[in-house]
């Protein structure tokens, strides 16, 4: 019995790891991703013919479009995992509860 609760609570201690590491990787992603949306739009404004910084900074309707459809297509995936990630948790934790 004291072995089982030992595999347990080293189980839930490699659990705990596993989702601060997890946490740390969702975090660089998501730093990553802001990194890599930004350069798109100094690039696309650069290459449509550049602005001049002292003129102070304006949107391209185009650019901003992408970027938008960038947002909301990321938005859109986050949910749909966050929903399906969410639902997996409450099974796991009615099939805990069903087996005590």
Request: with cysteine; net charge negative.
């Amino acid at each position: 019995m004291r072995d089982d609760k030992k595999t347990q609570v080293s189980e839930k201690k490699n659990d705990s790891k596993m989702e601060k590491v997890l946490l740390i990787v969702d975090i660089f992603f998501v730093m990553v991703l802001c990194f890599i949306v930004l350069m798109i739009t100094m690039f696309f404004q650069n290459a449509g013919g550049g602005v001049d910084a002292s003129e102070g900074y304006q949107i391209v309707p185009a650019t901003a479009i992408l970027v938008a459809a960038l947002l909301a297509g990321y938005l859109i995936f986050l949910v749909k995992q966050s929903k399906k990630d969410l639902k997996e948790i409450i099974d796991l934790s009615y099939e805990d509860k069903k087996g005590d």
